[in-house]
């Protein structure tokens, strides 16, 4: 079975810069997209960041010219560049991956932006 696994949060000032990791357990084929999502306390689960097998990316508006997302080619791997990071990205972002024929979930790492 095919495990995501995320890695990189952790507790960053106000203004300062985070990178995230999605790695899958195994290669996985016919990919369509991968996505960033963050769950943050009391809200509704929210898509950061998309990027598609030709590059393509979108971002949500709360993020964009902030967060960049990136992926390897080489392997199932992808990334979530994070500055200038506020109070209001603390949550925590988990990964995901639309193939084909299946959808894969990571766990999540927390993200805490506080002074």
């Known amino acids: 079975q095919v495990r995501l696994v995320e890695s990189g949060g952790g507790l960053v000032q106000p203004g300062g810069s985070l990178k995230l990791s999605c790695v899958a357990s195994?290669?996985?084929?016919?990919?369509?997209?991968m996505s960033w999502y963050r769950r943050a306390s009391g809200k509704q689960d929210e898509l950061v960041a998309l990027?598609?097998?030709?590059?393509?990316?979108n971002y949500a508006d709360s993020v964009k010219g902030r967060f960049a997302i990136s992926r390897d080619n080489a392997k199932t791997a992808f990334y979530l560049q994070m500055n200038n990071l506020n109070p209001e990205d603390t949550a925590l972002y988990y990964c995901g991956i639309n193939a084909r024929d299946h959808s894969y979930w990571g766990q999540g790492t927390q993200v805490t932006v506080s002074s």
């Open positions: 990027i598609t097998t030709v590059g393509a990316t």
């Open positions: 195994r290669r996985i084929f016919n990919v369509d997209t």
